[in-house]
């Protein structure tokens, strides 16, 4: 009898360990293809970032990668929807900040080079 509730439990937790999680990231997956319409930001398993032009009748894309150039991708290669806006937002920050480090720097090296010489000169 106790060998049979061990067995139950073993199942249970394989459940809610394993199949459980992997059937939920499958429908994640699946919601998300669903919503490919023509217009979408989209960045496929090997790594393209492109723009849906056409849905095709089968389910296939085609993607414009470059201005001009388009590729026919098979809708189970999307690795991920991805928003352009947010992907602007986020670089503008660090090309600020890459802007004021330099001037930074040269500060920071005129007040160690004042502090070695003030250090250099002979007491």
Known sequence: MSFLIVIIVMFALMYL???RP??????????????I???????????????????D???DLWVEIA??????????SVGS??????????HEPEVEAAEEEPEAIVEEESEAAGERSAAEEPR
Request: aromatic fraction near 4%.
């Open 17 to 19: 360990l394993v199949l």
């Open 22 to 35: 992997q059937r939920q990231r499958q429908l994640a997956q699946q919601r998300m293809l669903d919503r």
């Open 37 to 55: 319409v023509a217009g979408t930001g989209i960045l496929t398993a090997g790594g393209i970032y492109g723009t849906v032009e056409e849905v």
């Open 57 to 59: 009748d089968d389910g």
């Open 67 to 76: 201005e001009g150039v388009s590729v026919h991708v098979a809708r189970r």
């Open 81 to 90: 929807v991805i928003d352009y806006v947010e992907e602007e937002e986020e």
